[in-house]
């Protein structure tokens, strides 16, 4: 696990931006595994920019989100799928048709599922993964529990989580209760993690995620285990661990 700490927001979306255009200009052709909600936005601003400068170029590259709200169309301003043309794929030049995101209209859901994983599959897995955190600990919408899923599942929202996210709708009660979400075993299996958080309100789950005990009670504790992951906070989401400002790394072997 390498930990990169910055002085703020700005900057943790600059590191950011910068591993993940590195990682495409070293493979042109990668299937990113995409994120959403607030702490992403200014990645998605500055690989904008990027892109605009010629520095990072996304023709080749295919994307594959982590999670759709059940029940809102594309075209609704919260779902996932208007978040990612409006903050990123409307803005650079990746072609839309390489660019997925679960149908959280689907008939089935449970189909959907399954041909969501057997998508992942086709593209050869994914790559890259970004992930944010929940301040529950939840990565994609895999929810603390007592078990967790390996597949693209449906799932209820955690209380939490309805809370956290109500700031981007009219009211609570319009935030949707269930998700499509990627599993825990579709995130693991992504060949390299790159996880940001930023603010106080996400120190006290960092903590955990870095050394805290591996749990599906903190879903994103799983990542300890992984092979290669990078995670960028700022200061404030680094609160209660033990470090000094600056750039700071932590190596840990993973598996
Ligand atoms: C979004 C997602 C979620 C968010 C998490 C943090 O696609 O999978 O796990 O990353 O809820 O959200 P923000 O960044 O709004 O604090």
Do not use: W
Request: hydrophobic letters at 40%.
């Amino acid at each position: 696990m390498k930990l990169i700490v910055t002085k703020d927001y700005e900057e943790m979306s600059k590191v950011a931006a910068k591993e993940i255009s590195d990682f495409i200009n070293s493979k042109p052709e990668a299937v990113l595994g995409l994120a959403t909600g607030g702490t992403p936005k200014g990645l998605y601003e500055e690989l904008i920019k990027l892109n605009k400068q010629e520095i990072v170029d996304f023709s080749n590259v295919t994307s594959i989100n982590l999670d759709e709200y059940i029940g809102l169309s594309g075209e609704h301003e919260q779902s996932y799928r208007y978040f990612m043309d409006h903050n990123f794929f409307n803005y650079i030049n990746i072609d839309k048709s390489k660019t997925f995101v679960p149908n959280g209209l689907a008939d089935n859901i449970d189909l959907e599922c399954i041909e969501y994983d057997k998508k992942i599959a086709e593209l050869g897995g994914i790559d890259l993964q970004l992930l944010g955190i929940g301040s529950n600990g939840h990565i994609g919408f895999n929810e603390p529990a007592e078990y967790l899923y390996m597949g693209t599942h449906q799932t209820n929202l955690a209380k939490d989580t309805i809370e956290a996210n109500s700031r981007f709708f009219k009211s609570i009660d319009e935030v949707p209760r269930k998700a499509i979400t990627m599993g825990i075993g579709g995130i693991m299996k992504a060949k390299k993690i790159v996880l940001l958080a930023s603010g106080e309100n996400k120190a006290e789950v960092v903590k955990e995620l870095v050394s805290g005990k591996i749990t599906t009670e903190v879903p994103a504790s799983m990542l300890q285990m992984h092979r290669d992951v990078v995670i960028v906070i700022d200061e404030a989401a680094a609160k209660f661990l033990s470090l000094h400002s600056g750039e700071y790394i932590k190596s840990s072997s993973g598996l």
